[in-house]
């Protein structure tokens, strides 16, 4: 949690950070650094499965190690799966067995031709070498519910039944224990085959999760929201929070320019905020329908349990600089990176709402990696997120900031005033002996001398990574033969006062050991 004063225009310049590291907030659930592989673009075949690559990027089962390396040194705890928008016409049939006898079909999300030479059983395989749960999204829109439930057996049971059997066949002998299944896709979307009304979803989401949780009690069912701002989620929700374990909402932020990206990031927490209230408002609204016998009036809550967040599609993506069906293949800058930060600072600050938060997506189709046949390239998004996923875990801190806010043109045009966009955007963990605090600089010219209240590094030395600053430019961006966009390394040294300089449009972490 971060509060925020808004430094008057003549005292922008001389901001403040102040934590303590005895005011812990919420754990911070480490299923916020998923990714999610769908089959689009170029993600699956030529992005983590390319079993035709002669330079000797594969494995024995085709997948690219470079990618696997990668999504090892993120630590991805957990990737969905197949979609995305390709989910609602997509047979998981189709996708088991001999590869000869599998049937390449017409996919319609993206006006392409589907294979499924990768399918579950090599999405599992995937993930085991990842070092990934898998989370599954079922068909709702040309799928049934017998067709679900057969899936849920051919993954989990350990039965004697004809699809626990035919993944035994198929040489699979342990079930896979799939915990996360999402109860479709964007199902509300007119871009979607089989778009549902509010109703009709909440009717048939209901009837899925009893039948599914009546096959398997063990698993997590994932409601499908819109963007957590609608009428859609808090009719859904309203209706379904008995049966599901969290809630999905999705949000993809862009800007033309460099103000405008980063101010879109905060349309994500005000979501995270209303989302939260929504769920709160299908639980705890009293029916007084009883009336005037008030002893039927109950005030308990109408889940037993309070669903989650879960975030399973976002990222920055413009979809006229990478349209979505011509692969999505975005070319991050700088600025994006800033942006990719503050979306990080968003989940740790609102981690006790967040389920899962998965990244769309892992590979290639709006992803902080790229391949090619000879390599991989590291896009600018990576470096915030390889930081985030590697210190930011354990408990949030409460911070308090302040600091000058950018007043302009915003995207979305209600954030300008809805939310205050800050030039500093601050959040804090700690994690056993250490305390790690993340700050990005959104300002395009101005390096900020801030005053740090809460400092007290045991060793009397505080570990520095950057991204940004003020060797480089908002258009900076990575190819696979140049990253001018990295992290640097250093060590400061508090002495005589802590104030540290946050260089302009730079992301900043510092981590230091606690003093005993």
Sequence with gaps: MTTLTVLPDDKAELPSISLNVAHTIADINPLIYGGFTEHMGRCIYGGLYEPQNKNGLVDANGFRTDVIKCLKELDVPVVRYPGGNFVATYRWQDGIGP????????????????????????????CNEVGAEPYLCLNMGTGSLEDALAWLEYCNSDKNTYYANLRRKNGREKPYGVKYWALGN?????????????????????????????????????????????????????????????????????????YANI???????????????????????????????????????????????????????????APGNKGAEECYNLSDSLAMAIWLNIFIRNCNELGMATVAQSVNVISPLMTSPVGICKQTTYWPLLLFSKYMRGKSLAVHVQCGAYKGKTSPEWIESTCTVPKLDVSAATDGGWVNLAVVNVDDSTSFETELTGIDPASGEVQVFVVGGEGSSLADTNTEEHAAVTITERVWKPEGGNKYRFEKHSFTLLRWQKSA
């Design 99 to 126: 590869k000869e006898n599998r049937p390449c079909r017409p996919e319609l999300a993206w006006n392409g031709e589907e294979t499924n030479q990768f399918g579950t059983d090599e999405f599992m395989e995937w």
């Design 263 to 321: 101010s879109s990031t905060y349309a994500a927490e005000r979501a995270i905020q209303i989302t939260s209230a929504l769920i709160d408002l299908a639980r705890c609204e009293i029916d007084l329908s009883p009336f005037p016998d008030v002893s039927r009036i109950t005030t308990a809550p109408r889940s037993e349990q309070r669903p989650t967040i879960c975030f399973d599609e976002w990222n920055i993506w413009d979809p006229e600089r």
């Design 186 to 258: 964007e199902m509300w979307g007119p871009w979607q085959v089989e778009q549902h009304t509010k109703e009709d979803y909440a009717k048939k989401a209901i009837q899925w999760a009893k039948a599914l949780k009546l096959q398997d009690p063990s698993i997590k069912l994932v409601l499908c929201g819109r963007d957590g701002c609608s009428d859609w989620d808090r009719y859904v929700l309203q209706q379904c929070i008995r049966w599901v374990d969290m809630h999905s909402i999705h949000y993809y932020s862009q800007g033309k320019t460099h």
